[in-house]
C-alpha cells in the first residue's frame, strides 16, 4: 500500500486487537466469542491481535514516523452491543467445521 502512496500523501490503516473486548458485567457468550473467534482467525492465517503491531509493520515496511491512534469503545445499549452476536452467529458455521464448537 506503500509504495502506491503518492509524495506528500497518506494511508490510513484500522484493524482491531481482541483483547480489548470486555464486557462488565461479565457474560458467558461474550467470554466464548472472546476465546474462539482469535482461534479461528489464527486457523484461517489471520491475527486478531494484529492492531497492536500495526505500527511495529510500518516501521518495518520503511514508512517515516507513522501515527498512531488506539480507541476503546465501550457501549451500555444501541447497535454497537449487536456486533459480537452477529459477528459469533456469521462465524457459528465455521467454528463448528474448524472443531472449535458444537452446534
Known amino acids: 500500500m506503500w509504495e502506491a502512496v503518492r509524495p506528500g500523501g497518506a494511508i490510513a490503516v484500522e484493524d482491531t486487537d481482541y483483547e ?4 462488565d458485567p461479565p457474560n458467558d457468550g461474550v ?8 482461534r479461528l482467525v489464527e486457523q484461517n492465517g489471520g491475527d486478531a ?17 507513522p501515527g498512531l ?5 465501550a457501549d ?14 456469521g462465524t457459528a458455521e465455521s467454528l463448528v467445521s474448524a472443531g472449535l464448537a458444537s452446534a
Open 20 to 23: 480489548g473486548l470486555f464486557c
Open 31 to 38: 467470554d466464548f466469542h472472546k476465546r474462539m473467534y482469535p
Open 49 to 65: 491481535l494484529i492492531g497492536r503491531k500495526l505500527y511495529r509493520y510500518f516501521l518495518q515496511a520503511g514508512i517515516p514516523d
Open 69 to 73: 491512534h488506539v480507541a476503546q469503545g
Open 76 to 89: 451500555a445499549k444501541g447497535e454497537a452491543k449487536t456486533v459480537i452476536l452477529l459477528t459469533l452467529r
